[in-house]
Nanobody, 112 residues
């Protein structure tokens, strides 16, 4: 079993920045493959970014240059740095770990 706890959400004005954190505990040996998903109001959950080997990432095209994912293996934690936020980035952000483990989600609200 893997337990994921997100933090760092909240409200910010457009153009602002926010960093989300996801700390993993339990039966997890690697943070590779851990991801961030977003569920915007009235929409389906979508993949935002996945942490790959050697600092690489797979990322939603619309977030390139604005969002970045990174991880700290020793802390079993991944982060999502979000810059120049827009109202359309509003949603609940979920952390995901391989094996179909999900965090409880953290709300991000971007206002005009």
């Amino acid at each position: 079993q893997v337990h994921l706890v997100e933090s760092g959400g909240g409200s910010v004005q457009a153009g602002g920045s926010m960093r989300l954190s996801c700390a993993a505990s339990g039966d997890i040996t690697s943070i590779i493959g851990m991801s961030w998903y977003r569920q915007a109001p009235g929409k389906e959950r979508e993949l935002v970014a996945t942490l790959l080997h050697y600092g690489g990432s797979k990322q939603l095209e619309s977030t390139r240059g604005r969002f970045s994912i990174r991880g700290e293996s020793g802390k079993r934690t991944i982060y999502l740095q979000m810059n120049n936020l827009k109202p359309e980035h509003t949603g609940i952000y979920y952390c995901f770990a391989p094996g179909q483990f999900w965090g409880q989600g953290t709300q991000v609200t971007v206002s005009e």
